[in-house]
């Protein structure tokens, strides 16, 4: 083994590699069990290596690695997040890690622990490349690894900076050698930090393999099949020599393999043991097959504890990021698989939505913010033909004075003043200055000729529902309160603007110019021939105008105090807000009661009809009924103005005509059913505080640009395209999200990498125009396995959910949902026919451990709000306004969304202490009935609510601490409020942690009592996705039925 | 006189009108594509033209039908059925939010039916020839009549 890895770590140096010890550190190290550490014991020469460049070359490598190890000492943890963590040292008091992986060792690596004398020998002090070089030898000596040696270093410190072959290299190697020895079982103390980076670079190395493959093309077919999601480490396909070492390191995938995958195995087919035996034996035939898919496997009537889940919340693929360092960070751009198939007829092999899901203003933790680069003197810098912004993939030549582009592989002059000399190994000298070339995403401040007119300032225009259901359900008062507590917030001051329209069967218009004292009101009444009064007045600059808006705010709840008008212009008051902002665009907001009666727009009461369901014409009820509202939306997006809707009515409103308003602005669909205000009011002042002071970018245009022979054909979300491939986004800010799908162009692709480039030009509240660019790149492959190995299940997940609504908006939904059944069947049939026949795993189920919560997602999504039932399952508007939300939400609130946090909170209210209090409360449950114990309290966060579920035999003294005296009530009418007890005061704690952490929507707390129904049902029992509700299957029926339908067609 | 090439002449005429609205249609259709046209210009062109198109395709069917041309008028049956259908379900006029999702299949449309206009621009023109409109129609120019020879007139400028 230990010679493999040196070989592989020779192929798959290369700069790309290095970052990925770090990035993978973090996921498979925290996902494995305790087992894992075999492995890495294993391979504990090796990695070594890795761990001991940090202290010479990079601070920030080291400091990362060694995080994770100290993280994942405890195995329960959960895992540590995927990103770069600041320098820190302290890993190295963590012994754990070291110990828990040697007695692992040995039994586990049978194979390897034979090999492993082998291995240490071979380790020298010699310094440089050639530490690594003699391992290798024993198998057969590597020519790859000099070239790439230096490489290497640069990943781990993710500066181009490093990249110096020479000093780098030599120091960290050194170092290894020394590491090398303590990584025998009995060394530790001094080394732990060591040891941990190990395991975690080991995993790392299927990242690196992946750089093989556009290196050395020839390599990568053999070579790429191990590759494992960089979770389970498959065991390398490497050529002859390697066969016999695979088999030991074949072993390690079950080892290896995540939590999950690991129990499943273990746990569920306690009689399967003996076939994976069989599998490992075939590897070791067909050591160039991946079986590091480890295929799960799935018998009937299999514990169903034992199925795979998200109990770990979203786990992002780290090969993508380790594989190329310089790729935008996961927050900004998922691929729905980290590698492109190289030719049209693998790509139909994958029966999955090709794609990516792009987040360009997604929040970054602190110190990862994107770096702002001013190219003033130079002019931004693109390529000449396909308008690529320079990046960090891109080369450069002939001294400096050229560079290639990446996209195009165009040969661009460097402008003078961008010009920088070379050094020997044809890197930039002012490299470290230079960010654009060093991070995935940087951010340009654009010149002018970026711009179509001065850059327009934050502009917010509401549009009011002041009929007498708004007045009376205390919406306009908690309106008007929540717009005047935002007013200081409100970002891009001084130069904000604002105003207000607000209607009933007229259209009242305000002047809120700065030299009155109150504002002036102007009631129009022709609803067919709208025109705006004073149209100079209507929108001010809020700085100027505050006290009068300040006025107009005070007293717009009691100016409508006795209004009895039923009736709601909305078309024409549309127009009138329309035109007051044609000017200059922003964001609307409007705040609508009653299903718009009067003038243009006016919409039926069409209402939801059980007749129709299941019906060729079901669709109809779900897409916008009156082409006024398409129009009008175009219009809007034509002038960059936004449109947010804030639904509230306790009849139909026409979510679905509305939202369109929203879909094609870029905006966003707030819908409160049944608003009443002493119980919604938290939960509206909340989403619309937020919608007016996040970070917002106005005026926005967005294009993905990607390498030749692939293209961008579809594109999902909230916008509307201007050319077609150009998206308008009047206005974007960090809780949206958009999916594309690509297709190849040409039938093979020849080259070995695609790049992508995401390039989001607008306007910051600020004033500043700007660009924000996100690079990443992905590898080639010539292998249906790699490509299922590599998958990204949110950006899958995501993708998907997008399809099957959109689908169902022009079809039954019985039709979105069995597409959805389909794709999922076709991938999985596609993997179980790759796998299935070498290992003889008949009666299994066959699936990619990158993917193994596919259908556990895919039962999600067909239980989620916009797909579930028929007629009686879910109310129309209901359904309409959670999909027009789900088309916009990044990846990791969906996956939420689709799979929420089941979390038992009686025993952490009970318990004395808070030591644990971060890593208790945060223990998910499986979403079922059984994990419902009737003496506890569980929250379920969705991240749009929480249901709190009081089992029928909790103590009484627990549900009084912690509801107060009156506990014993209806459920529905008690707020939780904190009372005067530890437990109380916890439980307000959790609650208040939960929501500070996904603060894009205000989860409302619902309390409810087990039995009470029909409550119960309603909120928590119809949401459990893992149980049979109402016809629905339950998880493991659904798997047994895709299973079926697997095999059916096999 | 016979009506009958003078009739020809008026399918001939629609018939051009016919290839000439589809042609526009079509190089907007493909301007948009190559982003010569943002869409909203491009499907407010298209959409000023479809309505037009309609009623043309329209006349031309039931002049057929008047003047007794069983095979031109079945023959144009299905296109104006078509068009009918998508009038009847509002679905004529060019989204302009969905433009880029139905582009591909508009225009194929727009090219198919193209190609059913010049294929029955073929027709009528062989029918023109069979009716003798040409030798109506040039009848002017070999007119035995000297008032009416234009050639003499203009050549006597």
């Known amino acids: ?1050 | 006189m016979d009506l009958e090439p003078l009739l020809w002449i008026i399918f001939f005429l629609m018939n051009m009108g016919l290839i000439a609205l589809n042609l526009y249609q079509i190089v907007s259709l493909s301007d948009l594509e190559a982003d010569y046209l943002n869409p909203y210009e491009s499907s407010s062109r298209i959409n000023h033209v479809v309505i037009p198109e309609y009623l043309l395709h329209g006349a031309f069917s039931i002049l057929f039908l008047l003047s007794g041309h069983w095979f031109f008028f079945l023959a144009t049956l299905p296109a104006a059925y078509i068009n009918l259908r998508k009038f009847m379900k509002r679905e004529h006029l060019i989204d302009v939010t969905e433009v880029f999702r139905v582009l591909s299949v508009e225009k194929k449309l727009r090219i198919v039916k193209l190609g059913f206009y010049l294929l029955l621009f073929v027709l009528v023109m062989t029918r023109i020839y069979a009716a003798g409109t040409f030798s109506v129609v040039m009848s002017v120019f070999h007119s035995d009549n000297e008032e009416l020879d234009i050639r003499s007139s203009i050549l006597e400028f």
């Open chain 1, 1 to 1050: 083994m230990g010679t493999e890895n040196p070989n592989r770590a020779s192929y798959s140096q290369r700069p790309s590699t290095s970052p990925f010890f770090a990035a993978q550190t973090a996921s498979p190290f925290s996902s494995s069990t305790p087992v894992a550490g075999a492995e890495a014991s294993s391979f504990h020469s090796y990695n070594p290596i890795p761990s001991s460049q940090i202290p010479p070359s990079s601070s920030e490598a080291s400091g990362f690695r060694s995080v994770q190890p100290g993280r994942s000492n405890d195995p329960a943890g959960p895992p540590p997040p995927p990103s770069y963590g600041p320098p820190q040292t302290g890993p190295f008091q963590h012994l754990s890690g070291p110990q828990f992986s040697s007695p692992v060792q040995v039994p586990s690596l049978r194979t390897s622990a034979g090999e492993w004398p082998v291995v240490a020998p071979p380790v020298r002090p010699p310094a440089g490349p050639f530490s690594s070089t003699p391992v290798s030898f024993q198998m057969r000596p590597q020519p790859p690894t000099i070239p790439f040696g230096s490489p290497p270093q640069s990943m781990n410190t993710v500066q181009p900076g490093m990249n110096v072959p020479l000093s780098s290299v030599d120091s960290p190697f050194g170092a290894s050698s020394t590491n090398l020895q303590p990584s025998s079982p009995p060394m530790r103390a001094p080394f732990p930090a060591a040891r941990g980076t190990l395991q975690s670079a080991f995993s790392g190395y299927p990242g690196q393999q992946y750089n093989i493959v556009p290196q050395a093309p020839p390599v990568n077919s053999v070579a790429f099949p191990p590759h494992q999601g960089g979770s389970v480490t498959p065991p390398p396909a490497v050529s002859g020599p390697y066969v016999g070492q695979q088999g030991g390191y074949v072993q390690s995938p079950p080892t290896t393999a995540p939590v999950g995958m690991y129990s499943r195995d273990r746990m569920q087919h306690p009689a399967s043991l003996p076939p994976l035996g069989t599998a490992q034996g075939l590897v070791e035939d067909f050591s160039s097959l991946s079986l590091g898919s480890v295929p799960g496997s799935l018998d009937a009537g299999i514990d169903s504890k034992a199925l795979p889940r998200p109990l770990d919340g979203d786990v992002e693929p780290k090969s993508f990021a380790e594989m190329y360092p310089m790729n935008c960070s996961s927050r900004y751009l998922r691929l729905s698989t980290c590698a492109i198939p190289n030719s049209q007829s693998l790509a139909s092999r994958w029966h999955l939505p090709l794609g990516a899901v792009v987040c360009p203003l997604a929040e970054a933790p602190e110190r990862e913010e994107v770096p702002i680069v001013n190219f003033v003197t130079t002019g931004i810098i693109r390529c000449r033909r396909c308008r690529t912004y320079v990046n960090p993939y891109v080369t450069f030549t002939d001294h400096g004075r050229k560079w290639r582009c990446n996209l195009c592989s165009l040969l661009n002059d460097v402008p003078g003043e961008y010009y920088a000399h070379l050094d020997a190994s044809g890197r930039r000298i002012d490299l470290d200055q230079r960010p654009e070339l060093t991070k995935g995403s940087v951010e340009f401040i654009a010149p002018a000729e970026y711009m179509l007119r001065p850059p327009m300032p934050p502009l917010y225009f509401f549009l009011i529902d002041v009929s007498v259901c708004a007045v009376r359900s205390g919406m306009l008062e908690v309106v008007a309160q929540t717009i005047k507590s935002c007013l200081d917030t409100l970002p891009g001051f001084p130069r904000t603007q604002i105003g207000f329209i607000t209607f009933d069967s007229t259209v009242h218009f305000y002047n809120i110019k700065s030299s009155l004292t109150q504002p002036q009101m102007m009631v129009v009444s022709d609803l067919d021939d709208i025109f705006v009064p004073l149209p100079d007045d209507l929108l001010v600059n809020l700085s100027e105008s505050r006290t009068v808006v300040d006025a107009f705010l005070d007293s717009l709840p009691s100016m409508f105090q006795e209004n009895t008008n039923v009736e709601s212009a909305f078309g024409p008051a549309l127009k009138a807000a329309f035109m007051v902002m044609s000017q200059l665009g922003g964001k609307l907001l409007i705040f609508q009661n009653t299903l718009p009666s009067l003038g243009a727009g006016r919409l039926r009461l069409r209402g939801d009809d059980a007749r129709v369901y299941g019906t060729e014409k079901e669709y109809t009820l779900r897409v916008p009924e009156d082409p006024f509202y398409k129009q009008m939306a175009a219009d809007f997006s034509k002038f960059q103005i936004a449109v947010n809707i804030y639904a509230f009515s306790d009849k139909y409103t026409d979510v679905a005509t509305l939202g369109t308003l929203a879909k094609y602005t870029g905006g966003q669909v707030y819908y409160y059913p049944n608003f009443v205000a002493s119980i919604h009011k938290d939960k509206l002042r909340h989403e619309l505080g937020r919608d007016l002071t996040r970070e917002t970018a106005w005026e926005a245009v967005m294009r993905i640009r990607c390498g030749r022979g692939v293209r961008f054909t579809s594109y999902h979300g909230n916008f509307m395209l201007r050319s077609t491939d150009l998206m308008a986004l009047p206005v974007l800010d960090c809780d949206k999200a958009y999916a594309m799908q690509l297709c190849l162009e040409e039938t093979l692709l020849t080259t070995d990498t695609v790049y992508f480039q995401v390039a989001l030009l607008y306007t910051s509240s600020s004033g500043e125009r700007r660009i924000r660019v996100h690079n990443a790149a992905a590898p080639v492959v010539a292998d249906v396995g790699e490509l299922y190995r590599v998958a990204d299940i949110g950006a899958v997940v995501s993708l998907l959910s997008r399809l099957a609504f959109e689908k169902s908006l022009s079809y039954k939904l019985e039709d979105a949902r069995t597409s959805v059944q389909n794709r999922i069947v076709k991938a999985l049939r596609e993997y179980r026919n790759l796998h299935a026949v070498q290992h003889r795993l008949g009666g299994r189920m066959i699936y990619p451990e990158s993917l193994k919560l596919l259908a556990l997602y895919g039962l999600a999504l067909c239980k989620s709000t916009p797909l579930r039932g028929g007629y009686a399952d879910t109310q129309l508007d209901e359904r309409c306004a959670a999909g027009y939300t789900m088309m916009a939400l990044p990846v990791k609130k969906l996956l939420k969304l689709l799979y929420p946090n089941l979390i038992r909170l009686d025993e952490y209210l009970l318990k004395a202490s808070f030591a644990d209090e971060s890593e208790n409360i945060w223990k998910r449950l499986p979403l079922s009935a059984e994990s419902l114990d009737s003496r506890g309290i569980y929250i379920y966060d969705d991240g749009f609510r929480f249901v709190l579920w009081f089992g029928r035999v909790l103590s009484p003294d627990i549900a009084r601490s912690v509801l107060g005296e009156d506990y014993a009530v209806d459920y529905s009418r008690v707020c939780l409020t904190e009372q005067d007890n530890e437990m109380s005061r916890r439980l307000m704690r959790i609650i208040k942690k939960y929501r500070e952490s996904d603060p894009s929507y205000y989860q409302p707390c619902h309390l409810v009592w087990q039995g009470e129904q029909p409550r119960e049902g309603l909120y928590l029992l119809a949401n459990l996705v893992e149980d049979q509700v109402g016809g629905t299957n339950s998880y493991a029926d659904w798997l047994l039925q895709l299973h079926r339908q697997v095999q059916q067609n096999a």
